[in-house]
């Protein structure tokens, strides 16, 4: 009943309206009232900034792949396992310094072949060598250049504790050295011992390398070792032991010789140097930043090294700061006087020529050989 009532009240309603309003007409094409018109403009607009934004983003994210798309692979093979040398490397991949140049690095460790004999098959753009180690390599024609010094001078020597009795080089003389039986690393200790007053010849020589210098020391296995003075001497200190070291640089300028440096494949380099210059520009970086902020730059060490011991990676990197660039005008320059230097004065050993018969090798000028700094530029 309700809803008859309310049909025939609006029936008289709309028949009493019609009559009220006259009549026009009204094309259903006609201009819509302004209201109307507004409201369907700005929905309009609001698709249309839609669309806009869709298509920004969408052309964002497509040059985002686009860029990570032109990103040239390059491959960097280290020495050894990740250490404070390596550091820089580290912080230009991962602060972004290597993306900024165009380029993507793969930082490897050797499997069974060394860095140089990857670097010179061109399996690896780039890698971690030592100037005495590129001798060999150089004089079989190895197309590896050293591009960069990672430290300016030679921070390695002979480590050995305080109660050894040995207070310089010649008192090695009648005790046990560890050696690596390497020919040229031998002869620069004997040069160093003898030269301070010892006899080399008279020095028991333990085969082997320790993974612990200071373990194997205590434990007597011998009384000194050729360590590097950023690692294994601040290790000892760090874990309280009363050792020495006595740098090869401070008893012989001749062996202020370049380790580490890094080293790249001559096809490579010849082929894109602008790439080269790319890549060292982006390690550059990453060293100055290691040299400004070693706390920083030992934490992203750890994180990229996650079996390293934390606080040996702090106390390297607080001792490399200042090593890395040290008296060079930039980092990565190589001393040509010092780099021929050390050459010269191989040369002229008595076992250098033993090296080469052993080797069977052909002796040549190593003078202004296996480095430039012509990437640095």
Not at 106 to 128: K, N, T, W
Not at 178 to 199: C, E, H, L
Not at 285 to 313: F, M, Q, R, T, V
Request: overall charge negative; some cysteine; proline content about 5%.
């Amino acid at each position: 009943m309700k809803k008859i009532t309310f049909l025939l009240a609006t029936i008289l309603l709309l028949s009493f309206t019609s009559c009220a309003i006259p009549k026009t007409s009204v094309d259903e094409n006609q201009e819509k009232p302004k209201e109307e018109k507004a409201k369907s403009t700005s929905k309009t607009e609001e698709k249309s900034e839609t669309k806009e934004e869709e298509t920004s983003e969408s052309k964002k994210e497509e040059s985002t792949e686009a860029e990570k798309k032109e990103l040239k692979k390059m491959t960097l093979v280290l020495d050894w396992v990740p250490n404070t040398n390596h550091t820089g490397i580290f912080v230009a991949k991962d602060l972004g310094y290597f993306e900024e140049e165009g380029i993507e690095m793969d930082i490897v460790q050797p499997a069974e072949d060394s860095s140089s004999a990857i670097v010179g098959s061109g399996r690896a753009e780039f890698g971690i060598y030592f100037q005495p180690n590129m001798v060999k390599r150089l004089l079989r024609d190895t197309p590896i250049t050293a591009v960069a010094a990672i430290i300016q001078h030679n921070t390695g020597g002979i480590m050995c504790l305080a109660d050894s009795g040995i207070d310089s080089p010649k008192d090695m003389t009648g005790k046990k050295y560890s050696t690596w039986q390497d020919p040229i690393d031998d002869a620069t200790i004997k040069y160093m011992v003898n030269g301070d007053g010892g006899n080399w010849d008279e020095i028991e020589l333990i085969p082997g390398e320790s993974t612990d210098a200071t373990t194997a020391l205590k434990m007597g296995m011998f009384d000194s070792i050729f360590v590097y003075e950023g690692w294994d001497y601040t290790n000892a200190i760090k874990n309280g032991e009363d050792a020495k070291i006595f740098l090869l640089k401070d008893y012989a300028p001749e062996l202020d010789y370049y380790t580490p440096v890094i080293i790249a494949n001559n096809d490579f380099l010849v082929s894109t140097p602008e790439l080269a210059k790319a890549a060292l520009r982006a390690m550059k970086k990453g060293y100055e930043y290691c040299s400004k902020h070693p706390e920083e730059a030992a934490e992203i060490l750890i994180s990229n090294a996650p079996e390293g011991d934390p606080e040996l990676i702090k106390a390297s990197q607080a001792y490399l700061a200042d090593k890395y660039i040290d008296d060079a005008a930039s980092w990565g320059e190589i001393n040509p006087d010092r780099w021929n230097g050390f050459y010269t004065w191989l040369e002229e050993l008595p076992e250098y020529k033993a090296f080469l018969e052993e080797n069977d090798l052909e002796a040549k000028p190593l003078k202004d050989l296996g480095f430039t700094n012509e990437f640095l530029k």
